[in-house]
Each structure stands twice: as C-alpha cells, then as structure tokens.
C-alpha cells in the first residue's frame, strides 16, 4: 500500500529563518512520483514540483529546494529565509509511474511565517 | 485559460438530499479526479477517470457517483447527503503521461455543509 506521512503538524517560524518540511512515504512501486504541492489561505492547490523516482538529484528553485533520498523514502522542502508570503498549508503527495490522477497525499503541514 | 472549473464555490445541503458537483478542464487532460479534503487528514481520492467512459473508486467512494461522458466534464454526485460528507471538494485534471506526468491541476473547490 502506498502512504504518505508528513509528521510536522505546524510550524511557527519568524520571517527570514529557514525552514525544512519533512515527507516520509510508503510504495512498492519501483517507479512513482513524488510532489509537493501549496495551499495558501485562499484555499486553492498549487502545483510546486514533482520528481520521479529514478532521479534523486536535488533541485533549487529561487529559496525552494528539495532533498530527495530513495535509501530513507524521504523528499524534504526547505524555505530558505522564509517570507510572510510563505504561510500557507504545504502537502506531499505521491503517485504510481502512469497513474497521475490518482495522488496519496500526506496530512499535510501548516507553516506560519510571522514577520 | 479556465484550467479547471468547479461550481459550486459553497452548498448547504440537508441530509437525505442529493446534489451534482460539476466539474470542467479546458486542457485535453486525460485523468480527472475528485479528492475531499478534511482537518489532519490531507486530500483522499473518491473517484477518478482515465479517459471519457472509464472511471474507477478511489480510497472513500462510498456515497459518491461519478460519470465520464467527455474529456472536458466529471461531474460528483452526493446520491443522498450525510454529515460525514461535509467537507472541500476539488476537482483536478492532469497528464496521463510524458514529462508533465501526474502534475494535477486543481478547481477553487467547493466547501460543502450537510446539515
């Protein structure tokens, strides 16, 4: 069965600090990806990054990287010098190679960045 | 671009009534979803289509009706309104395959109350 388990419920931090969000999954598959994606408090679901599981090369995107490591079955985000404009509820999600309309989402996790 | 279009934006249902939550793309995506969203429990799938006339049940389908006549539509119906099924809904679309696989485009959502 596939799972995905964000453990940080929420996490306060003061603007400019960083900020790491954990994603620990579950699958058999051999091939999967991997995502995260964003909801501010507007409520709508936008689309960060995926990753496949064959490349566990990092990524960086402006303050936004990701860490991927198959040997732990995690993929962390971190926000570096975070902004007020980052609070939002982040989620990872995970899906089956060729099954991109059916996503396990973690539980999500609710970061406040206050100024 | 519409992307993907979900109405109604808020219903009050009474229990024992039944309702339709459309759901439209305008990107010629194959896979179409249904996900609720509940506190602490991250986005569950409820039904999803891999193309017009193919749908299948997700992780909590109980309750829930779904039908694929065209690319661009993949109506909810709520056959007979509970409680339980006071939530968000959103309504995504994605690439069945290729290197945008399994990125989901997401509707505003649709805040439920059943009363």
């Known amino acids: 069965a596939q799972k995905v388990t964000q453990a940080q419920t929420e996490i306060s931090v003061v603007e400019k600090e960083d900020v790491t969000l954990d994603c620990v999954y579950e699958t058999r598959d051999t091939t999967y990806y991997l995502f995260w994606y964003k909801q501010p408090p507007s409520g709508e679901l936008v689309f960060l990054i995926r990753?496949?599981?064959?490349?566990?090369q990092n990524e960086i995107s402006g303050r936004y990287s990701w860490n991927f490591q198959k040997s732990t079955s995690s993929f962390n985000f971190t926000i570096t010098a975070s902004q007020v404009v980052d609070s939002a509820v982040y989620f990872c999600?995970?899906?089956?190679?060729?099954?991109?309309?059916?996503?396990?989402f973690g539980q999500g996790t609710e970061l406040s960045v206050k100024p | 671009n519409a992307g993907v279009t979900q109405t109604p934006k808020f219903q009050v249902l009474k229990t024992g009534q039944s309702m339709t939550l459309q759901c439209a793309q305008d990107m010629n995506h194959e896979y179409m979803s249904w996900y609720r969203q509940d506190p602490g429990m991250g986005l569950r799938l409820i039904h999803y289509?891999?193309?017009?006339?193919?749908?299948d049940q997700g992780e909590v389908p109980n309750g829930y009706n779904v039908s694929r006549s065209t690319t661009e539509d993949f109506p909810l119906r709520l056959l007979s309104a509970a409680p339980s099924q006071t939530s968000v809904y959103f309504c995504?679309?994605?690439?069945?395959?290729?290197?945008?696989?399994?990125?989901?485009?997401f509707g505003q959502g649709t805040r439920l109350t059943v009363v």
């Open positions: 999600a995970l899906s089956a190679y060729n099954q991109g309309g059916k996503l396990i």
């Open positions: 990753r496949n599981s064959f490349d566990e």
């Open positions: 995504a679309s994605s690439f069945p395959s290729g290197t945008r696989n399994g990125e989901a485009f």
């Open positions: 289509s891999v193309g017009a006339g193919i749908t």
